[in-house]
Each structure stands twice: as C-alpha cells, then as structure tokens.
C-alpha cells in the first residue's frame, strides 16, 4: 500500500493573466511518486496560500497529476463568469431543486394533448384509482 504522507511536489506553468475574465489562469502540475493521486479538497489546501484549483487530471502509473487553475479577482467576477455547476461545488450558490428528468417529460406530453387554461390541469399528475 502506498504512503499517503509521502512529500508532494507542486508546480504551476503556462500563467498568464486574464483581464476579460479577471482571473489568472495556469496548469498546475503534481508530483506524487511514492503515493496515489491527491484528492481535490488536499489539493486546494496545499493551494490554499497561492492558488485554488479547479480541474484535476491523473495519469495512470506516473506519479505525476495535472490540473488547469483559475483564480479570480473577486467573487463577484467568480459568480459572472463561472459555470453554476462548479459555483454549487465550490459553495457559492445553492443548487435548485427541480422535478426528474422523465417526470418533467411526461408533463409536456400530456400538456400538449389540450388547449387554453386545460394545459395548467393536464400538467399535474394523474390522480391514481380512476
């Protein structure tokens, strides 16, 4: 069994600045060779001082991880420009509850059996025992 307290080397390359986005953006590399590939949550708080990471890659059998990071200027900008997928991950937004694929299907294809006001009435589910 490997060594998890095994050391880690961390690299970034390729850093360049984004100001449309305000972030700045680079490829961080891992280097883990006595141990299996570090978690997101270690990552980001072996990160924590410099960077926050956002994608992780691992390559079998290497010892090596690489990942593409973003930081950005402000929160504000985070909320602007990231997808709200990654937003829920990192806490910022709260996910939205919503009916099952299938379920929200089935309604549109009773809705569009009637017209008019009726269409509000088909959308709900059927009542069960008639």
């Known amino acids: 069994m490997a060594d998890n307290s095994a050391p880690v080397t961390i690299r970034t390359r390729k850093f360049t600045t984004n100001r449309l986005l305000s972030r700045k953006q ?3 590399d891992v280097i883990h060779p006595s141990r299996p590939p570090i978690s997101r949550t270690e990552l980001s708080e072996k990160l924590a001082a410099l960077y926050k990471a956002d994608k992780n890659r691992t390559h079998f059998g290497g ?21 709200k997928y990654r937003l829920v ?6 996910k939205k509850d919503k009916a099952s694929r ?6 549109k294809n009773r809705a569009k059996k009637f017209r008019g006001t ?5 959308a709900e589910p059927p009542k069960k025992g008639k």
């Open 63 to 83: 010892g090596r991880s690489t990942g593409f990071a973003l930081i950005y200027d402000d929160e504000e900008s985070q909320k602007k420009f990231e997808p």
């Open 26 to 28: 680079f490829i961080v």
């Open 102 to 107: 299938k379920l929200r299907k089935e309604r």
């Open 89 to 94: 991950r990192a806490g910022l937004v709260s």
């Open 118 to 122: 009726k269409k509000i009435k088909a």
